[in-house]
Structures are given as structure tokens and as C-alpha cells.
């Protein structure tokens, strides 16, 4: 496992509001946020896809079935990511994929999702510094899920009766701690901006802890995959797949399903289930003044 990547992976899963003052045309209800913008990586739901190297591919069945196009689109889930979900919460289109887009100014307008596999590592340092720049003052960084209890995971580290693999979770555990000081620090340092943390580790272990209050009955098994977990084999073709995610926590060896990434997205925009954004919620943020 390289440390390095999970470290530039958690810098990157931040979700930005973006203080855009570009003229645009007013929906019937305004927008909580003028823009969404979303750099990580490909899924920017747990973190983890950085670990998926380059032959993940989410644009083609079964990814994207139980989306509301029911057609892959690039995100790694049956459906929505949790960003989809926020997007709605603030009033704003689905964010684009930045890859998807042709450069049309109007989606940009909205936001862009910067994401692509494996390759949101590009630069980000510099990014983050220009989006500060840019009248960016409104940020969510995004700590580790618990990797640790993918099925990728647990298949290659043998674990029995669904275990997560321990070493691998306490990692994320630490890389979290370490985060939410460093959040902590920025926040001092850049007074008029609001950046909060949302431990995403926190409301999945309530996720996999709780299961059956959730109406999940499998728990360590991914929906589409092969092997034991299925979590040997990426997630290749609508044969693979279970023929219904919704009682899955995991869609694939790295990625959860829809459902779960709808449970975190309300827990990062008002706490709904597990308080793990400090030192508020989305929600709270969005509704501050301007500093
Ligand atoms: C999970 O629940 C569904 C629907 O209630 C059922 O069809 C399925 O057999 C259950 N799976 C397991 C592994 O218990
Ligand atoms: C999957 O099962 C749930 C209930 O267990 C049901 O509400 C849903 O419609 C099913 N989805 C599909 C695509 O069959």
C-alpha cells in the first residue's frame, strides 16, 4: 500500500462552492450556492479509487443502472455518487463530469467535477491555492472511508466472516485525525473563508455497524464483482452484477452502492444519521453569511 497516494487522495476529495459572480439566468428557485465544484477522484464518494488503477472503467453497464438515466456516466456506483446528492440538497444541477463535458461555459458555470480514475492526482497543491484565488470561500474536505472493509481488501488480505481488514482501517482512522487538525489550521489561517471537515469514515462504520437498521443484509459482499467478496475481479460486465444493489452496501470491490452514498450525502449536509462534519454541516455552512 503507498501512503503517498491515500495522502494526495484525501487532499483532493474536497466538494467547493464556488463564489462565481458571473452573470447567469435565474431558475425558478435560487440555488443555495451559485456552483459545486468537486475535485478528487473518480468517485469522490470514500477515497478509495485511487487504489483502482487505469483499467477501472465506469462508463460502460452494469455501472450507472439504477442511475436516473439508467445509463453509465462515468460515476463508479449503480447510481448516484454523494456529490449528486448535495447538488440537489443546493438547488444545482448534477455536476458535470470535467472528462464528459465538452467545455460548454453553461455547465461550467454550475460546476465541474474534476474527477477522473486514477488521474485526479495532477497538480492539486497549485489547484488548491488558485480555487482560494478564485473567490473559492466555501469547502468540504472529505476524510477515508474505511478502506479497509472493501471487498478488495478483504479478499486480498483473506479475512473470514466478512472481517475488515484492521491494519488498513486504522490507517484511515489516523489519516482522518491528521486532517481535521490540518482543516482546523486552515480555517485560522484563512478567517474569511468557511472550510469544514466530514469524517466519512464515521458515518460508514455507522453504515456496516448498523446494517440492518439501514435495511442492508449484505454487508461484505459487493454486488458486481468475482471471487470471494467479489472482490477479486473489478466489476467487467452486467453478468457479474447481483440483479438488485438495493440491500448491498458494496457495488463494487472499492465502491458502495447508491444507497449508502445517499446516506452519507445526508449526513454531510445536515448530520441526518451521524453527525461527522466538524465543526458544522453543509447545510449550517451554506446558510452562514458571507464572511
Ligand atoms: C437480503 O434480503 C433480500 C430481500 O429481503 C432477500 O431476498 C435476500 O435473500 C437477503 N440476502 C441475504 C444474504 O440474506
Ligand atoms: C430492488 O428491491 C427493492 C426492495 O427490496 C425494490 O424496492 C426495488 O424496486 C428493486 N429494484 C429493482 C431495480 O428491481
Known amino acids: 500500500?503507498?501512503?503517498?497516494?491515500?495522502?494526495?487522495?484525501?487532499?483532493?476529495?474536497?466538494?467547493?462552492?464556488?463564489?462565481?459572480?458571473?452573470?447567469?439566468?435565474?431558475?425558478?428557485?435560487?440555488?443555495?450556492?451559485?456552483?459545486?465544484?468537486?475535485?478528487?477522484?473518480?468517485?469522490?464518494?470514500?477515497?478509495?479509487?485511487?487504489?483502482?488503477?487505469?483499467?477501472?472503467?465506469?462508463?460502460?453497464?452494469?455501472?450507472?443502472?439504477?442511475?436516473?438515466?439508467?445509463?453509465?456516466?462515468?460515476?463508479?456506483?449503480?447510481?448516484?455518487?454523494?456529490?449528486?446528492?448535495?447538488?440537489?440538497?443546493?438547488?444545482?444541477?448534477?455536476?458535470?463530469?470535467?472528462?464528459?463535458?465538452?467545455?460548454?461555459?453553461?455547465?461550467?458555470?454550475?460546476?465541474v467535477n474534476y474527477a477522473s480514475a486514477g488521474a485526479g492526482i495532477i497538480a492539486i497543491s497549485g489547484s488548491e491555492l488558485n480555487l482560494y484565488n478564485l473567490n473559492v470561500r466555501k469547502m468540504v474536505v472529505m476524510g477515508l472511508a474505511p478502506i479497509g472493509c472493501a471487498p478488495r481488501y478483504m479478499w486480498e488480505y483473506g479475512t473470514e466472516n466478512g472481517d475488515c481488514v484492521e491494519p488498513i482501517n486504522d490507517m484511515?482512522?489516523?489519516?482522518?485525525?491528521?486532517?481535521?487538525?490540518?482543516?482546523?489550521?486552515?480555517?485560522?489561517?484563512?478567517?474569511?473563508?468557511?472550510?469544514?471537515?466530514?469524517?466519512?469514515?464515521?458515518?460508514?462504520?455507522?453504515i456496516l455497524n448498523n446494517h440492518n437498521h439501514y435495511g442492508f443484509n449484505v454487508t461484505s459482499e459487493a454486488c458486481c464483482g468475482f471471487g470471494k467478496y467479489r472482490g477479486w475481479l473489478m466489476c467487467l460486465s452486467p453478468e457479474m452484477a447481483c440483479s438488485n444493489a438495493s440491500n448491498y452496501i458494496w457495488w463494487d470491490q472499492f465502491h458502495p452502492t447508491d444507497t449508502v452514498n445517499g446516506i452519507l450525502a445526508d449526513n454531510i449536509w445536515n448530520g441526518e444519521h451521524t453527525k461527522m462534519c466538524y465543526p458544522m454541516h453543509l447545510q449550517d455552512m451554506v446558510n452562514q453569511k458571507a464572511k
Open 1 to 111: 500500500m503507498d501512503s503517498n497516494t491515500i495522502t494526495i487522495s484525501i487532499i483532493l476529495s474536497l466538494i467547493i462552492l464556488f463564489n462565481l459572480s458571473i452573470a447567469q439566468q435565474e431558475p425558478v428557485i435560487p440555488p443555495l450556492a451559485p456552483a459545486l465544484f468537486v475535485i478528487g477522484d473518480s468517485s469522490v464518494d470514500s477515497g478509495t479509487n485511487n487504489f483502482l488503477g487505469t483499467f477501472a472503467r465506469s462508463d460502460r453497464l452494469p455501472y450507472g443502472r439504477d442511475f436516473d438515466t439508467h445509463q453509465p456516466t462515468g460515476r463508479f456506483s449503480n447510481g448516484r455518487i454523494p456529490v449528486d446528492y448535495l447538488a440537489l440538497r443546493l438547488g444545482l444541477p448534477f455536476v458535470p463530469s470535467y472528462l464528459g463535458q465538452a467545455g460548454n461555459v453553461k455547465d461550467m458555470i454550475h460546476g
Open 172 to 206: 484511515s482512522i489516523e489519516f482522518n485525525f491528521l486532517m481535521r487538525y490540518i482543516v482546523e489550521k486552515l480555517a485560522e489561517e484563512l478567517p474569511d473563508a468557511n472550510i469544514i471537515f466530514c469524517d466519512v469514515y464515521e458515518g460508514s462504520m455507522d
